[in-house]
């Protein structure tokens, strides 16, 4: 199976990403001063932060700091009273989440979202379904625009497999298949929709260790392939740590630290947030980032 790209659309994130720093200065996402309350308890509060083309960017924070929130806000999912999102250079002050596919922007979140029963392929071609242009009538009758929709999603869905290394199972029900597998299709998913930005909420929750190692590796290679931007969430600080660029760090909704790993590890605000929490790691993974 020939490789073809993904992400038409992640052409603008790895133009920005090689063209120099003048224009990559525009940020491929920009949180601006976003704040969110849940019936008068704040969950964020001015939060702000910036991604660059082709960067990976960990959020993380305690339980209950208002990760998953952000993450919402800026799918779209939660609109925030102040503060706005931006998109590659245009600003949302609410993100239309119905077009957040159409935007360049994909999410994968905490729990698996697979349709059991169906294929890999038919999982992964799924992540296509807001691009068709044919109505019911055309599909049925199989008129020519409906089955130039259905090779061009069965292309892209091959693509999108062979990237990670889903061949193998590719006629099998998804939701037969190991947990770590499962994992790989969801992602494979989220990819196929061609994004520039891609929202990954707490995509290793649940995987041993070896599983872990392999997902990082994908999302590592993804970024150094197609200069995709990556948002994650993610509770292994280990993980974090080594696969990050920058990390922005949230405690009781606000922003309290934002740098590189080695930068977050000497920094006593974020070692006072995670004291007495119980996360796995955390000591050995900060030595290693500050040394």
Same mark, same amino acid.
């Given at each position: ?65 208002? =990760? ?19 998109? &590659? ?33 038919? &999982? ?27 090779? #061009? ?17 590719? #006629? ?39 599983? =872990? ?37 949230? #405690? ?38 500050? &040394?």
């Amino acid at each position: 199976m020939q490789q073809t790209s993904l992400i038409a659309g992640g052409a603008y994130a790895r133009a920005l990403f090689t063209a120099g720093s003048d224009v990559a200065t525009v940020p491929a996402l920009r949180v601006d001063g976003i704040s969110l309350s849940f019936g008068g308890v704040a969950a964020l509060k001015d939060v702000s932060l910036d991604v660059q083309p082709g960067e990976i960017r960990a959020i993380i924070g305690p339980n209950g700091a208002g =990760k998953s929130s952000l993450l919402n806000v800026i799918s779209g999912l939660y609109r925030p009273q102040f503060g706005r999102v931006w998109l &590659n250079g245009i600003p949302y002050s609410e993100v239309p989440s119905a077009r957040l596919a159409s935007l360049g922007v994909a999410r994968t979140f905490q729990n698996l979202a697979l349709f059991r029963g169906l294929s890999v392929l038919d &999982n992964v071609a799924s992540g296509l379904a807001y691009r068709g242009r044919a109505g019911v009538f055309a599909q049925i009758a199989g008129l020519p625009l409906a089955r130039a929709e259905q090779r #061009d999603a069965i292309a892209r869905a091959g693509a999108a497999i062979e990237f990670f290394h889903l061949e193998p199972y590719v #006629d099998r029900p998804a939701g037969t298949l190991p947990y770590g597998v499962q994992k790989r299709i969801e992602l494979a998913r989220a990819m196929v929709a061609e994004p520039a930005v891609l929202l990954l909420d707490e995509p290793m929750a649940g995987m041993v260790r070896a599983d =872990k190692q392999e997902l990082a590796h994908y999302i590592r290679t993804l970024r150094d392939t197609y200069a995709t931007s990556i948002v994650l969430i993610e509770h292994d600080i280990g993980i974090v740590m080594d696969l990050s660029d920058h990390i922005a760090v949230l #405690d009781y909704g606000r922003k309290i630290a934002d740098g590189t790993p080695a930068e977050i590890a000497a920094n006593e605000a974020v070692i006072d947030a995670y004291l007495g929490v119980a996360h796995e790691g955390v000591p050995e993974a900060m030595d290693r980032a500050a &040394n």
